[in-house]
């Protein structure tokens, strides 16, 4: 809103013609135009003439009483917004930008003139200086009373206060970007992440200047996988006037999430080339060569990370994570001493104390110290389970729900359908299975091309899923079957397109390496009815116990209890034999320790069932120098081992609720066990 004028131009135009003006512009103008008769020269009452005109939709007769009202009265803000938005209805963007240049230096901190200067400013092709009149704005809204309370009530989780008092200033002011991007980030915090990016692109539209929008922008992209426009927006802001290592960063995580590593690197090397004490920094370059297989760079770049920050738990972690380095006893006697710094921080140092003590774990797990190293991984995943939210029981009636839906009876009756599409390979199953050993030696082939974790499918089955727990279907059985055939074949295609970015070359195949699309299976085969699926298979009580060693960065919830991770590999398991069942020879099982028993007997097994030639490459996996960004990715770097086939059994004093969890799962592996339609049946 345009504040009090500076220089008052006369007594106000009578109250009444005032309140025409929004209603019956006709008549206020009526009305004025008549006081203007019997006593000329009223300025409040020629600017109420003109403001008249204008929502007319006569700009150009309004336009040429307000250059003359302007001129007699330079100073008055409210002459100067009317002048400014008549020229700007009429193309005359130099006209407006004058007025407008006039008005923000009388009234700074109204952000409404300073967007209406960058927009104009844009025409002209003035592309700086309108990023800079936007951002004035946003930094002339920081004051705005109305927009702080909302934001303390949306901070307070009093998100309907904040909303009514958004959409009051919305109704006065439809096009306000700071109201509409605080209204994007209320819906973000409710979930609805659709209405979220809506708002927050419109927010971005309006201002392209909007740093802050934009920022945001990118990270709602990145959420919902959208990593091309995110990109686009990222690169957009590197661009800005206001420089800030933050859009390095933000542009650098885009890129690692499109596989463009190097590409990472090199901004990460700059950031540190022009200040080296950025620990984050350090560690960010350090996961980028350990993903390009870059180990002693890797290693020095943490170490880096460390040296500057001794209380760095992730990047600890990420030094005991390289699973070919071992940390030695200088390394256990810093991170004990930088538990006991952060002791007195409490709960605000959670995230360094838990790697510390995944770190502190793997490090006397190396130098054979198991009971020391089972306290410490079992203090590491009891403060990591409090500050992650997972309910077994409902994840293993979802399972069962999924069970029951995807039945025989039920695949026969959809029909074929679906996406054509030879191209996807799935491999499935649990993390530390040996999928990444898979994923290498199926990469090294010439028709494959490995790509990564792709959530893309996830993606699809959790938005078909919010249908069910928006009430639109009473169960997820109904959902799918609403799916037509050419639902379906649109749900393939989308699938396919939206990985597209995830491929680099021009090979026929790829690999999605994402494990929990365990889950998915029933779905994949509707959507995509030629695509193959591998399930990625091991000991129960080894890949458990791997899995509840090591800390994942997102996505593995049910790995930070012993009893929680079994009873989830049991839930794979059932799932995997009810799959199976409904479809027989739907998936081609890896068993992981008879492909390190027997490699190339398993790999040319392997190949065969998925028609593929034998390729010698195959089984020199280890010379694949592409990148991999899993917890196994020096691993693959070298031939198979057997180490870790049986080195479960140093914690085997401590399993007895692994065991129970697991229960007749371990006697029958690799086999389902006998009783896995009981075992779902109890959880539905």
């Known amino acids: 809103m345009i504040g009090p004028d500076t220089e008052a131009p006369a007594a106000p135009p009578p109250p009444d013609i005032a309140a025409l003006l929004q209603t019956q512009p006709a008549a206020a103008l009526a009305h004025a135009e008549a006081i203007l008769k ?88 003035r592309g700086a200086d309108a990023w800079r009149a936007d951002l004035s704005g946003v930094h002339a809204s920081s004051h705005d009373p109305d927009l702080l309370r909302a ?113 990472a690197g090199e901004i990460y090397e700059g950031l540190l080339a022009g200040d080296p004490d950025q620990p984050q920094v350090w560690q960010n370059l350090g996961h980028v060569l350990k993903t390009l297989g870059r180990q002693p760079d890797a290693v020095r770049a943490y170490r880096q990370a460390v040296a500057r920050r001794p209380t760095m738990g992730e990047a600890w972690w990420s030094l005991a994570n390289l699973k070919t380095v071992k940390l030695g006893p200088e390394d256990v006697t810093a991170m004990a001493g930088a538990l006991e710094a952060l002791a007195p921080k409490g709960d605000t140092a959670r995230e360094d104390v838990f790697h510390l003590h995944f770190s502190l774990g793997k490090a006397l797990e190396d130098a054979g110290d198991y009971a020391a190293s089972y306290r410490h991984y079992d203090l590491g995943n009891r403060l990591r389970r409090t500050m992650t ?42 993390p530390r299975s040996g999928s990444t050993l898979v994923e290498q030696i199926l990469a090294s082939h010439s028709q494959v091309e490995g790509t990564m974790e792709l959530s893309e499918m996830m993606v699809i089955a959790s938005r078909l899923q919010s249908r069910v727990d928006q009430g639109e279907f009473p169960h997820f059985r109904d959902m799918v079957a609403s799916l037509t055939p050419a639902d379906r074949l649109r749900l393939g295609e989308e699938y396919i ?80 034999a009810a799959y199976e069942e409904a479809a027989p020879g739907t998936m081609r099982r890896v068993i992981y320790e008879d492909m390190v028993a027997n490699t ?85």
């Open 38 to 125: 019997q006593s000329p020269g009223q300025p409040s009452v020629e600017l109420l003439a003109c403001q008249a005109l204008r929502r007319l939709g006569r700009s150009k007769a309004a336009l040429g009483r307000l250059n003359l009202l302007a001129r007699a009265h330079p100073r008055v803000p409210a002459v100067l917004w009317e002048l400014a938005q008549a020229a700007s209805e009429k193309g005359e963007w130099r006209q407006a930008i004058d007025a407008l240049v006039r008005l923000t230096g009388l009234q700074p901190r109204v952000a409404s003139g300073w967007f209406l200067l960058a927009k104009a400013l844009r025409k002209v092709g």
């Open 151 to 263: 934001a303390v009530a949306m901070k307070e989780g009093r998100f309907d206060a904040a909303v009514s008092i958004l959409t009051a200033r919305l109704d006065q002011m439809p096009d306000d970007p700071p109201a509409i991007r605080l209204l994007g980030e209320i819906s973000w915090r409710r979930g609805d992440m659709t209405e979220a990016l809506e708002l927050v692109e419109r927010a971005v539209r309006l201002a392209p200047g909007f740093d802050l929008a934009r920022d945001f922008l990118v990270r709602l992209l990145m959420q919902t996988n959208r990593l091309p426009e995110a990109l686009e927006h990222a690169e957009a802001l590197v661009d800005s006037p206001i420089r800030s290592p933050s859009h390095d960063l933000l542009r650098a995580s885009v890129l690692v999430r499109l596989g463009a590593q190097e590409r």
């Open 389 to 430: 939210p997972h309910d077994a029981q409902a994840f293993s009636a979802e399972v069962a729900a999924t069970a029951q839906a995807f039945t025989a009876a039920f695949l026969a009756q959809m029909g074929p359908g679906g996406c054509p599409a030879p191209d996807p390979i799935f491999v499935v199953g649990l």
């Open 497 to 576: 397109e939206r990985t597209r970015v995830h491929r680099q070359t021009d090979k026929p195949l790829f690999i999605d390496k994402m494990p929990n699309n365990w889950q998915h299976v029933g779905l994949i085969r509707l959507v995509l009815p030629n695509a193959r699926i591998i399930d990625a298979r091991r000991h129960p009580l080894g890949c458990c116990v791997s899995g509840w060693k090591q800390h994942f960065a997102r996505g593995q919830v049910f790995t930070y209890d012993l009893a929680e991770i079994g009873r989830y590999y049991r839930d794979y398991v059932a799932l995997m």
């Open 600 to 684: 190339e007997a398993e790999v040319r097994r392997l190949l065969a069932d998925l028609d593929l030639p034998f390729e010698p490459g195959c089984l020199e996996f280890y010379n694949n120098d592409r990148a991999v960004r899993t917890a196994s990715s020096e691993q693959v770097r070298r031939p198979i081992f057997r180490d870790g086939l049986e080195q479960w059994k140093n914690y085997e004093a401590w399993l007895d609720p692994l065991r129970e969890a697991l229960g007749s799962v371990v006697s029958a592996y690799p086999e389902p066990p006998s009783d896995w339609r009981a075992w779902l049946a109890l959880q539905g």
